[in-house]
């Protein structure tokens, strides 16, 4: 890298339709959103990297000798992890000053920490992402950084989406193939993305609970979930525990209307569409059970406000927030329903990572 400051972007996520399906090998609709992390970066003669958070006030520096890089549950472990990844994956990169601003909110369930890992790893191999090929790789070796350096077992949406984004459009992914194409939303129809501020402390476990739930299931069935239907969840699943049966529910409901919503959106057909994340929401707090009572609040709030097509929880769960797709003109009106119960954010879909 060389001594000119050079500036990267990668934006936060919001997931449409296709919740805790994406570890599953299934089927996910994210779009970018209009908030996202900055990188800027310039090259050093040596081989650390000396990191400064504007949100934290703090710099961190870094060997890239170091011979047991380790986790230390702080912020930086994004940053150090992508590179520390990016080492292991034959990507020799040298030394830099990093300094970083990110207005994705945090712990929001909208994917902060691959909008900076995915800024991070652009601005550490400093160069544009010219296929599509090189986007999905990188994408790859952020997951790989938040999974095997930060210790988080997440799947592959939150990079894949921020890596490849389009304006105005959604993107759907199958997660086993990666095969995606990208779905235009309508005009008019704008992401509005109410955050009940709570995080709750069962967050991570719960998560990774919800995950060995479903390779229950599947270890049951012999093969990946997603190659279940529910007619054989519902002939040959009596074997499975009360609550596995309702987690292999969700997955291959939840499945199912991604395809569905996706032939909605297609068609201009908004109602189905959000029929169908009305549907996700509660499958999600019935079967998967990961709403609570502050997401759950906030959907049956925006049931009521005109010109909202749908709402659901959106992300991980446990707090965070909830997507509704809501008309644009009627945006100031969700605005002051949900106001005693969220900070909302209204946002198009926004472009992928890149350089500015
Ligand atoms: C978190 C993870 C994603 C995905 C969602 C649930 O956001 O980072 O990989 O599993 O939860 O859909």
Redo the contacts with the bound molecule.
Sequence with gaps: MDKAVRRFRAPGRV?LI??????NGGL?LPAAIEFAAYVEASGRGDRRLAVRSENYSETREFDLDDAEPRAQGHWSDYVRGVAVTLERAGRRITGADLRIRSDVPMGA?L?S??AIEVATALALLGAPMKTAMDRTTLAQLC?RA?NEFVG?R?????PFIACHARAGQALMLDCRTLEHRFVTLPRGVKLAIANTMVRHSLAAGE?NRR?AECEEGAAYFGRPLLDVTLGDLERDGRGLSETVYRRCRHVITENARVTAAVAALEHGDMPAFGELMGQSHRSLRDDFE?SCAELDALVEIAAHVPGVYGSRM????FGGCTISLVQEEQVEAFREAARRNAVVYVSGAAEGAGEL
């Design positions: 997931n296709g919740e805790h399906t994406d570890y996910v369930g994917s920490s691959a997951q938040e988080v997440c799947g592959i949406m939150d998560y995950r990961v959106t992300g991980g769960g």
